[in-house]
């Protein structure tokens, strides 16, 4: 059975991030097999917040380089979670 912290795997905490906190959008990095739906019950249900709105989107792998061979990291979803008015998630 999947669980909600089968789907969000991490928060992801970066200066641009930072910079929307006061609109109340958060970041997470998800499962690829994750929707938009799955997102916000799970984000509701670890954080005790209510979503207003998700948006998702598929970051490609970077091209790594070790010593003459090249090689791809894996592809990752990331999820945009917009929260309702008053709402806040306290992140340490």
């Not at 938009?36 to 490609?60: F, G, L």
């Not at 003459?68 to 008053?86: H, I, R």
């Amino acid at each position: 059975m999947i669980t909600c912290y089968d789907i969000i795997k991490t928060i992801i905490r970066t200066e641009k991030g930072a910079s929307l906190e006061p609109e109340r959008k958060y970041f997470f990095r998800v499962a690829r097999h994750a929707t938009k739906i799955d997102i916000k019950r799970a984000v509701e249900e670890i954080y005790k917040v209510k979503v207003d709105d998700v948006n998702t989107s598929i970051m490609h792998g970077k091209r790594k380089r070790v010593r003459q061979q090249f090689g791809l990291t894996p592809d990752w979803k990331k999820a945009t979670v917009t929260l309702k008015e008053g709402q806040k998630i306290e992140v340490t």
